[in-house]
Every structure is written in structure tokens, then in C-alpha cells.
């Protein structure tokens, strides 16, 4: 990604390295956000509301549970995360 100018490389402390995004790598990002969500709004659209919310919320267990088997840790954006999967964590 950094040969295509999509992520900036700063050096970090000891042996990490720091990315971040450029201009182009937002604007990639940006380009692709709106068929993700819109496939995600077709994976959900045969639940009701309430539906929707208990299956994000299975999902959200099933990753919690499955986290210690994965090789990078999941990160929840914010508007997913809860009190009840914070718990989980430990």
C-alpha cells in the first residue's frame, strides 16, 4: 500500500513503525465506503430492527470468543462496542 501512496510510513519507538493514510489512501477509503455499507444494509435487510440489533450482538460475542485464535485482535468501531462485550474482554 505504501508503494501505491495509500499509507505513509513514520518511524515509531524501537522497532515500530507508524502508518497512517494519505490523501489518496482516504480517498480510496472513502470510494469503498459506501458499497461496503451498502452491502452491509442488503445482509440485513430480511431482519427487523430489533432483529438486526440481536444479531450484531451475536456477532459481537462470537468475535469476542474467537479473539484470542485470531493473529491481530478486532477492533470494534465505536458505535458497536457495549458494556455487555466490554465485559467479555474481562
Known amino acids: 500500500m505504501a508503494d501505491r501512496g495509500l499509507v505513509a510510513r513514520e518511524a515509531g519507538k524501537g522497532r515500530r513503525l507508524a502508518l497512517s493514510l494519505t490523501e489518496a489512501g482516504v480517498a480510496l ?22 432483529q438486526q440489533k440481536q444479531f450484531i450482538k451475536l456477532l459481537k460475542i462470537l468475535s469476542v ?26
Request: proline share 8%.
Open 29 to 50: 477509503f472513502e470510494q469503498a465506503l459506501t458499497p461496503t455499507e451498502k452491502a452491509s444494509a442488503a445482509l440485513l435487510a430480511p431482519f427487523s430492527e430489533a
Open 65 to 90: 470468543s474467537l479473539e484470542g485464535k485470531a493473529r491481530a485482535p478486532l477492533v470494534m468501531p465505536d458505535f458497536v462496542v457495549d458494556d455487555e462485550i466490554a465485559s467479555l474482554r474481562g
